[in-house]
């Protein structure tokens, strides 16, 4: 006979729909909770309309601590056979500690409601209820003359609505100067840093929100200062992606961009280098490291190296820096990687190019189809090679700040020898 807990859906099941929990609150739902003869919670629903549910230990722990969103509940499973007690705890006082108030869950019944609330994937016991987590718009980044600690970008226009998650804000703060404290002690195996310039990473129809959440985490382990996203043909920040990036995202400053293609023009003009990632072909043998992209049926302007290159380089030490990726599938749009003034690519020991999955490739295995990194893969080597520091004993070449340059971007590709007496320049 079947169970009457729950009236069935369209499917037949005895499970409450989404709408018992997901659909926007009342004022009256706010401070209502249904219970049965046990105080068994059967619905959740949401504080405000624009709430969200955050599910996983890294994610809940980090939006605890960062202090980027409105936080307003946090539910813990602690049913029967709960291994995670001290975790549990800890948690709660975390929480409490920041105002949220803590709902336990004990029943296999607020168990499944729970497993709904996060769409059937992993929780650990553990969602927590916030605002969205903040944004912000940005048209194109401003000059930055010196390294500094601070950068600042030309906002766009957003709702007031808007402004409550995002903020109004527009300036990151991010480590380019180097700071002395009286625990650190400055040695030759223990060097203080040069100052640097920013770094920011730019994509452009990232479609696979496990791949944005995996770059957001590695973009924050290895230091990139703010990661923007363009907004209308890359995966959103979903739960899934949040759940990827481990807590990263908590963290990292975010930025949406509406016109990359704009977005870059203007950042160009303020005095910002871009570095594209792209497919190498084999590099010509008189000059290692560096070639030109022949795969193309376009001829880029830009210089071409690969990511061994670029720490000699040490474009952070001249200029601020944009990293440019694109999608899965195609790779980085034409007309915004036609705009970067260096490409970089990735190349494989087996002799596949690393780039676009789409590209011929002579002397990869024809047997194996791998052809290329996964992009969050792609992500973590590039930005290691930016922000990598030079060994210690490799004499630094300081370059003038006319050293990467370049001429304009825009122009045409037509002066091939000229392109790569320039390219031979930087080494």
Same mark, same amino acid.
């Given at each position: ?18 709408s018992s929990f997901a659909g926007p609150s009342t004022p009256s739902d706010n401070f209502t ?43 813990? $499973? ?35 409601? %729970? ?10 016991? $553990? ?69 640097? $310039? ?60 509406? +016109? ?74 034409? +007309? ?5 003034? $260096? ?82 320049? %930087?080494?």
């Open positions: 006979m079947r169970s009457s807990r729950f009236p069935p859906d369209q499917n037949g099941d005895n499970r409450p729909s989404r909770r249904p219970f049965r003869k046990h105080k068994t919670l059967l619905s959740i629903p949401y504080t405000t309309a624009a709430s969200e549910f955050l599910y996983g230990t890294s994610s809940v722990r980090a939006a605890l601590r960062s202090g980027r969103r409105k936080l307003y509940k946090l539910y813990i $499973y602690s049913g029967d056979h709960r291994s995670r007690v001290a975790e549990d705890d800890a948690l709660r006082r975390e929480a409490r500690q920041v105002g949220v108030e803590v709902v336990t869950m004990r029943e296999e019944d607020e168990l499944r409601v %729970m497993d709904k609330m996060c769409q059937g994937r992993p929780h650990n016991g $553990y969602i927590l209820e916030t605002s969205p987590l903040p944004l912000s718009p940005v048209a194109h980044l401003l000059p930055l003359p010196d390294p500094s600690s601070t950068f600042t970008f030309h906002p766009t226009p957003q709702s007031a609505e808007e402004a409550a998650v995002n903020g109004n804000s527009t300036s990151i703060t991010y480590r380019g100067l180097p700071t002395t404290t009286t625990t650190t002690t400055t040695t030759p195996s223990n060097p203080t840093p040069p100052p640097r $310039y920013p770094l920011v990473l730019l994509l452009d129809s990232i479609l696979d929100p496990g791949n944005l959440g995996s770059i957001i985490r590695s973009a924050f382990f290895l230091g990139v200062d703010a990661l923007a996203v363009s907004t209308r043909n890359t995966a959103p920040l979903s739960n899934v992606t949040l759940k990827a990036s481990a807590g990263a995202a908590e963290f990292l400053p975010l930025l949406s961009v509406a +016109h990359p293609s704009a977005f870059l023009e203007e950042s160009i003009a303020n005095g910002w280098k871009i570095f594209a990632g792209v497919p190498l072909t084999p590099p010509p043998p008189s000059t290692p490291g560096v070639t030109r992209d022949k795969a193309k049926p376009h001829i880029s302007p830009a210089k071409h190296l690969t990511h061994h290159a670029v720490p000699a380089l040490e474009p952070l030490s001249q200029a601020p820096t944009i990293l440019l990726l694109g999608g899965e599938g195609d790779g980085l749009r034409w +007309h915004l990687r036609k705009k970067a003034h $260096y490409e970089v690519a990735i190349p494989s020991p087996r002799g596949a190019l690393v780039g676009d999955a789409d590209l011929d490739v002579d002397d990869a295995d024809p047997d194996s189809g791998v052809e290329s990194l996964n992009v969050g893969v792609a992500a973590a080597l590039l930005c290691e090679a930016f922000l990598r520091p030079l060994p210690q004993g490799v004499e630094r070449e300081r370059r003038g700040k006319g050293e990467m340059s370049g001429e304009d971007v825009e122009g045409g590709g037509d002066e091939e020898a000229e392109d790569e007496a320039r390219v031979e320049k %930087m080494f």
